[in-house]
């Protein structure tokens, strides 16, 4: 069962940056498309960014220029680099493969805080 553990969150400043990380056992993520969501209080869980199995990239409208989906293969990790951030950009954010036929449970997230 795949559980993704996500870490890197915090406050910041409007403008500042954070870098988000996920990994998890039991997935390989190079050979799966791999997603960051975010949910904001009240709202529903929305997919900011992808990356598919061979490399290319999505990126929500909202983030676009600003976010940057990103992994390791060699560590198995999945990386956000989050620039610009705006206090729309508060949310908890997970990660999740997509399209993955097994067994697969949301993790806890990381929260991310932009606020002066």
């Known amino acids: 069962q795949v559980q993704p553990v996500e870490s890197g969150g915090g406050l910041v400043q409007p403008g500042g940056s954070l870098r988000l990380s996920c990994t998890a056992s039991?997935?390989?993520?190079?050979?799966?498309?791999m997603g960051w969501y975010r949910q904001a209080p009240g709202k529903q869980r929305e997919l900011v960014a992808q990356?598919?199995?061979?490399?290319?990239?999505f990126h929500a409208t909202s983030v676009k220029g600003r976010f940057t989906i990103s992994r390791d293969n060699a560590k198995n990790t999945l990386y956000l680099q989050m620039n610009s951030l705006k206090p729309e950009d508060t949310a908890v954010y997970y990660c999740?493969?997509?399209?993955?036929?097994?067994?697969?449970?949301w993790g806890q997230g990381t929260a991310v805080t932009v606020s002066s």
């Open positions: 039991g997935i390989v993520f190079g050979g799966n498309t």
């Open positions: 999740k493969p997509i399209g993955y036929s097994g067994s697969f449970n």
């Open positions: 990356i598919f199995a061979s490399g290319a990239t």
